[in-house]
């Protein structure tokens, strides 16, 4: 059978997950009766409820006769670890673009590796049908995006199609067609994508996806450069300077058929599958037939920008509510996540109870802090901060990232201002449709640490803010930080509603009445620029004498809500976030008072 190797590249939220359930829905994937699930791509919790793709995930479909291999590629540059890998399985991408949005940062980031990898794209415009689309113009901005990045002149030719991915339409007009389906896409899959090219010699195949599973073991998924493979077949496992890691059998392959992986007893050159039975190999690494000598090469990954302490949780509430809180178990599963994320850099410390785990970006880590809490983790991270380095010349050489935020026009002013406070450079401002408009900067990463919020709240939440990393550049100097200080407990206990009613002058809360609070935690936002220990136990005084008005409940403010997110990005260098199965809560490094003064001065005299 003819096969394809497709990826599809897209920004956050512009539909591309939707558009393979209509894929999968129109190649007859499905039975006529079977209960389909919505996003059926984006399989994890997490994903699920932030609408996002997080990690790469294959599929195939069959149209006239030829397998067509899909691949679904995260949309956020924090997890493009993914990305670069995945690219190397594939022949051709659709570069699915919002009608209205046009191409995004992220889009920018995928495509422009996918250029560099020589992959010939094809332009599909989704959400055709919106009242706002600007079809022509975003054609317009697709060809200045691709010439921008160096494409080709065949790059340069792509074809377009226009469409809704939700309706499960695609044409070569913007005008829905009365047959209308995503047979042209498919048609022009078979036309435009090369059949994939193949090696000559013996099984060759690096890996791309790492996954663990609880009765095949370690599962790795990749495309078979050269030759083919059997069951129970030989093999060797190279690492990327030609060391050899192991020699095993193969005890599994699987092939993607639809969403199901199904096992089959050999596979050829051209095709992606999964196969299972060797303990040590791992991504970016080549699976060989015994008589290889030569490694194939992988695509090389970008950097870390941001790293954060994970800590072993020593607050009074340790190991009440989660049951893996040891250093050993924390590290063991550290280590496992880096083995299937080459985006992921993790380093122990000297006291051997905390780890520097280091990534592309703010998301990336609290997605991974997210997955450990809901396993039963109970740990305790610091604030994010970004990896420097020095030049050759010695020079301290920060990360700078290309910001470009959507906002309304009323909002711009401020939002200008607050990123100049933060050393960034704007580099463009333009009229985007609808009384808004597109600035673009050039911003250090350590001064968008916390301010996606602040931005909410200065545009009432209407600005969109998209970041990609662009290059190291010298440092550019003190960024102020955050100009609240913060309310702690004077001591342990449950929060009383008298006592937070009373400390609403001080500021607002982060708690709710109820709530178990220790010495040294963070309750409340204090409206000063110093931080404040406050009594939140303290109940009211009881007489036997009763006055009119006295007894009547006392009506609190809502608490802000401090997700994991916020949190991360608000804390300063002297706090950390308590993470729990059950709770988020912020702290102090140093719970007691007398031990924070004594740091204080020490940082003062160093």
Not at 426 to 449: H, K, Q
Request: negative net charge; aromatic residues 4%.
């Amino acid at each position: 059978m003819a096969i394809r190797n497709i990826a599809i590249i897209a920004h956050v939220d512009h539909g591309k997950t939707t558009l393979v359930d209509e894929l999968l829905k129109q190649s007859g994937v499905y039975r006529e009766n079977e209960r389909v699930q919505e996003r059926a791509m984006d399989s994890g919790d997490i994903e699920k409820e932030r609408g996002i793709t997080i990690l790469a995930k294959a599929t195939s479909v069959e149209w006239k006769g030829t397998r067509i291999n899909i691949v679904d590629t995260p949309g956020h540059a924090d997890f493009g670890g993914e990305v670069e890998r995945i690219l190397s399985m594939v022949d051709g991408a659709i570069v699915l673009v919002d009608a209205a949005e046009g191409p995004m940062p992220q889009t920018k980031f995928v495509v422009g590796k996918a250029l560099k990898v020589g992959l010939r794209p094809i332009v599909a415009v989704n959400k055709i049908d919106r009242s706002d689309a600007r079809a022509d113009e975003v054609i317009n901005e697709v060809f200045d995006l691709f010439a921008a990045l160096d494409a080709t002149d065949e790059q340069l030719d792509f074809p377009i199609l226009y469409g809704s991915g939700r309706d499960g339409w695609m044409a070569p007009e913007t005008e829905k067609p009365a047959d209308a389906s995503l047979a042209p896409l498919f048609d022009l899959v078979l036309e435009h994508v090369p059949e994939p090219t193949v090696a000559e010699g013996p099984f060759r195949m690096i890996g791309t996806i790492l996954e663990a599973n609880p009765f095949l073991g370690r599962i790795i998924t990749g495309r078979i450069h050269s030759g083919s493979i059997k069951s129970n077949q030989s093999v060797k496992v190279l690492s990327g300077d030609g060391k050899q890691i192991e020699t095993g059998r193969i005890s599994k392959i699987l092939a993607f058929r639809g969403l199901e992986r199904q096992p089959v007893e050999e596979a050829h050159a051209g095709d992606i599958v999964a196969i299972a039975g060797l303990s040590k190999g791992t991504v970016a690494d080549t699976f060989c037939d015994p008589s290889v000598t030569e490694p194939l090469q992988a695509q090389p990954i970008d950097p870390p920008t941001v790293t954060m302490s994970f800590l072993v949780n020593d607050s009074p509430l340790a190991g009440t509510e989660g049951d893996k809180v040891t250093s050993r178990v924390i590290r063991d599963r550290l280590l496992k996540e880096a083995e299937g994320n080459v985006a992921l850099k993790i380093e122990e410390s000297d006291s051997k109870d905390s780890f520097y785990v280091s990534g592309r970006g703010e998301l990336q880590l609290a997605v991974l802090i997210e997955t450990m809490r809901r396993e039963g983790f109970e740990l305790a991270v610091s604030r994010p901060r970004v990896v420097m380095h020095k030049d050759e010349n010695g020079t301290l050489m920060e990360p700078i990232e290309e910001v470009v935020i959507d906002v309304d026009e009323e909002h711009s002013g401020v939002v200008v201002q607050k990123m100049s406070e933060r050393k960034a450079e704007m580099t463009e401002l333009r009229p985007s449709g609808g009384d808004r408009v597109r600035l673009v900067f050039y911003a250090p990463t350590r001064g968008l640490i916390g301010y996606q919020s602040e931005l909410l709240t200065d545009t009432r939440g209407t600005a969109v803010m998209n970041r990609l990393f662009h290059d190291y550049q010298p440092y550019k100097g003190e960024i102020g930080g955050r100009t609240n200080g913060v309310l702690l407990s004077n001591q342990p206990g449950e929060a009383v509603a008298y006592a937070m009613f009373n400390l609403e002058d001080r500021g607002p809360m982060i708690i709710e009445p109820g709530d178990k609070v220790y010495q040294g935690m963070i309750i409340g936002i204090h409206t000063r620029d110093n931080d404040l220990e406050v009594n939140v136990l303290k109940g009211k005084q009881l007489t036997n004498i009763r006055s009119a008005g006295k007894d009547e409940a006392v009506k609190l403010t809502p608490p802000i809500k401090m997700t994991l997110d916020r949190a991360l990005s608000w804390i300063q260098d002297d706090e950390l976030v308590e993470v729990t199965p059950k709770n988020i809560r912020l702290r102090k490094t140093y719970l007691d008072p007398v031990d924070r003064k004594r740091m204080e001065k020490t940082k003062a005299t160093a």
